[in-house]
């Protein structure tokens, strides 16, 4: 028994390690590297909920390991992404924000990408809400930081991709700013969104779903890793949908 509540938490930490190991990428802008490594940590969370609900050891430490976890996988990685990609917009470093003590437009200027971590703030939040709320089960309210942490780690992808057309509208201070508002709004919001989580298989229980994955498939076949926010967009718009479907 005790080997058995060893296993959860063991994939709770390598949820850990592979958002330490996330931030390290990101650090040098290799946001691929970053996001392969969240996409483990990830990974790594739902099977530590799934060992854990199979052994029935679940308890108070696991959850807040998991939360603590997640925190650095789906919190913090994040945030340092949108720190980065805001300050590459900006053409600064925080080495000028950190090395002058004289007021100047260019220091004012190197305090904006430190706006990013509002997404590490807002998932934090969410998280510790988590922890304490019966109502975040079946179906999600707001969307939940993994699928925020994807999305966020999916726009770098997009933008530092040079074929992508769009890049010169989305590569803006003013558009990453807005995209950092909506996230944090959007994981705290009310928001139903439906599960992914099948309770059976039949069609006619799972149109949406079906649906939803077909989507999915079709985008990302055409466009490649540049689906990936878009991806979270039509998540959300499904959900709308089956909000107003079902009211």
Known sequence: MQIQRLIPNTFTMLNLFSGIMAILYIQNENFWGG???????????????????????????????????????SGLAPGLIMYKLIENTLGTDNTLFFSSNEFSIAKLQ????????????????????FNISE???????GLPTPANAISIAGLA???????????????????????TLLSCYIMN?????????????DFNSNKLRYLFIATVILIVSLIGINAIP?????????????NIKFK
């Open 157 to 179: 992808l997009v933008i530092t991709d040079d074929q992508f057309t769009l890049v010169n509208y989305i590569d803006t201070t003013w558009f990453l700013l807005i995209v």
């Open 189 to 201: 919001s009310k928001l139903n969104l439906f599960a992914l989580k099948f309770k059976s298989y």
């Open 35 to 73: 996001l392969l490594f969240m996409l483990a940590g990830i990974g790594f969370d739902f099977f530590d909920g799934f060992f854990a609900r199979m052994f029935k050891v679940t308890g108070r430490l696991g959850i807040q390991l998991d939360s603590l976890a997640d925190a650095v996988t």
């Open 230 to 242: 878009l991806t979270i967009i039509l998540y959300i718009l499904f959900s709308l949908l089956a």
């Open 135 to 141: 109502d975040q089960t079946h179906p999600f309210v």
């Open 110 to 129: 190197s305090v904006i990408p430190f706006f990013g971590f509002l997404i590490t703030i807002a998932a934090i939040y969410r998280l510790a809400k």
